[in-house]
């Protein structure tokens, strides 16, 4: 009787400790990666937390552009929606609960009933929206709120702030004879 294993002994050994140990080809990267459904968690607890670190560590460097008109030109990337979550969510202390999300690859869309004292100062109880972005290594690369204009203190607030349906539009000068 030999005292080393057989090969296929040796095998099922191997492939056993490294189970145990969680080294399975990809299962440490998958698992350093989270999904977009997480990340998204990890930005609600940030910002119910009101820690901008937190927001800013979960941004791309190469995130795109926010469109957000407070945003300077020197401003990169990531400083420019850091800001506008900053000042349209950390800033008015936003609470906001879930509707329910659809993912599709690496692309989250979150429906969500938001509240804060900015909104009701403009006569707004919540306002409803979607929270769309795309996360690529953990990282979110795209993020976007679009707001719900069917829904009628959706409209009341962004007509304070000029947008959507509910905003005044301007009228043309009057006609010299």
Do not use: K
């Amino acid at each position: 009787m030999s005292l080393h294993p057989s090969r296929p002994a040796c095998a099922v050994l191997a492939l056993g400790l490294i189970g145990l140990l969680g080294l399975r080809p990809g299962l440490a990267q998958a698992q350093a990666q989270p999904r977009p459904a997480q990340v998204f968690e990890r930005y609600t607890a940030a910002v119910h937390a009101g820690d901008l670190a937190a927001v800013r560590s979960l941004i791309a460097a190469d995130v795109e552009r926010s469109d957000f008109v407070g945003c300077r030109p020197e401003m990169d990337n990531p400083a420019c929606l850091a800001h506008y979550i900053q000042q349209t969510v950390l800033a008015p202390q936003a609470r906001f609960t879930e509707l329910g999300r659809e993912q599709r690859g690496d692309w989250l869309d979150v429906r969500l009933e938001v509240r804060s004292e900015l909104y009701r100062r403009a006569g707004a109880e919540r306002i409803v929206g979607r929270d769309v972005l795309q996360v690529r290594d953990g990282l979110i690369r795209s993020f976007r709120f679009i707001p719900d204009f069917s829904d009628t203190a959706t409209v009341r607030f962004f007509a304070t702030l000029g947008i959507g349906p509910g905003a005044a539009r301007p009228r043309p000068a009057a006609s010299q004879p």
